[in-house]
């Protein structure tokens, strides 16, 4: 804990002196700081080696590149970002998982799969953690995003009480299966992960080889994530997975306003998209787009091509999810049905379920997932 503790001040003062000081003091400041480290090292070096409970450790290395030690045998998980608790239970860790954000308790076929995930508790909701909370669950490794990894202060909290994190972030396809790939590493489940990989690459490949074989137009497609206005950005996964599905993303082609992790545009340059098919995520906005007088000059709206995508363990599609590779193949027979209408999307359903997950979905499973309601608990239901 006091190795963290030294080099993350090590970090904030040369940001600091980067910006404000000269050669000679930075030099000073530096070495008093590796003098420091090194004292730590020499008195409480042993204690930061110690294994946990006689258990050897070994480093791990997460998504931002950081060296992690964690307990050789991982079996207390606080997974406080969404999609490393679905990997987690995807790689079969699921009651392995102690604590959860409230996002994570939000999805019904993960109860179905894993039902010791209503039993975990409740740490993160929305932008901080309780603490005192993980620390009395006694857990080997807390998964954070990259968002809240940003967070000096949270990530001081878990430094001082000595709680391992791994950092996990992917905004693009590869990116996500290098994220599988960690999480198998903490886990000790490298065979589970490349089930994924495998699935994911052959996908990619199916859906390439037909449309270098398609003779439709391209489709242009405007992408609503959660809110009507709220959309894809660049260099983000959806701008990834909607290139692979063959659709051309118009919000990619205007100025978007940044809130955070959100990219948002207005009606007005909706309507001047004028996209041929709308995407939307949340029934809710599925709704709002089908009924609002103003979106009704759209070609999308007047042909009747607004959609409301699927939701499984996730929300296909959506900028968190790991069903991405369905999503790639329900989006490509959505906006080219002549050339992929021969793909049974049904079947991939269930093989991505069955080998992934151990889980087999029934027909009425299938249709609720491809309806794409009532597939998430209400953020009020307690």
């Not at 955070?260 to 909706?270: A, F, G, R, S």
């Not at 069955?354 to 609720?368: A, G, K, M, P």
Request: hydrophobic residues 40%.
């Amino acid at each position: 804990m006091w190795i963290v503790r030294y080099c993350s001040i090590a970090t904030r003062v040369k940001r600091l002196l980067r910006d404000k000081a000269g050669e000679i003091v930075r030099k000073a400041i530096l070495v008093l700081v590796c003098i420091m480290m090194a004292v730590s090292f020499t008195a409480c070096g042993a204690r930061v080696e110690e294994p946990k409970n006689g258990e050897q450790m070994r480093t791990v290395v997460d998504c931002v590149g950081r060296q992690v030690r964690i307990v050789q045998n991982v079996d207390r998980i606080a997974a406080t970002y969404s999609p490393a608790g679905h990997i987690t239970v995807m790689l079969g860790h699921g009651e392995d998982i102690v604590a959860t954000s409230n996002g994570l308790q939000r999805d019904k076929m993960l109860h179905e799969i894993c039902p010791e995930i209503k039993n975990a508790s409740v740490v993160k909701v929305s932008g901080d953690f309780n603490i005192e909370e993980l620390v009395s669950l006694d857990v080997d490794v807390v998964f954070v995003s990259h968002d809240m990894y940003l967070d000096e202060k949270a990530m001081r909290k878990l430094d001082e009480v000595g709680l391992p994190y791994v950092v996990v972030s992917f905004d693009s396809i590869e990116e996500q299966k290098t994220l599988v790939r960690v999480i198998a590493d903490v886990l000790n489940e490298e065979t589970e992960a490349q089930v994924y990989i495998d699935f994911y690459d052959k996908v990619l490949d199916m859906v390439s080889a037909l449309h270098e074989e398609r003779n439709e137009s391209d489709v242009t497609v405007y992408h609503s994530i959660n809110e009507a206005v709220n959309t894809v950005g660049r260099n983000t996964l959806p701008q990834d997975w909607m290139k692979a599905a063959g659709g051309i993303d118009v919000s990619l082609g205007g100025q978007l306003a940044i809130d955070e992790d959100k990219y948002y545009t207005t009606l007005e340059q909706i309507l001047m998209w004028d996209p041929q098919v709308i995407l939307c995520n949340v029934d809710t906005t599925y709704e709002y787009i089908n009924e609002q007088a103003a979106w009704q000059n759209m070609q999308a709206v007047k042909n009747g091509d607004v959609y409301l995508m699927p939701v499984g363990i996730s929300r296909w599609g959506h900028t968190t999810s790991i069903e991405t590779p369905l999503a790639i193949v329900w989006t490509a027979k959505t906006l080219y049905p002549d050339t992929f209408g021969d793909v049974n999307l049904e079947e991939l359903m269930r093989e991505f379920y069955s080998e992934l997950f151990e889980y087999e979905v029934t027909d009425e499973q299938i249709v609720q997932i491809l309806r794409g309601e009532g597939m998430r608990y209400s953020k009020n239901l307690e």
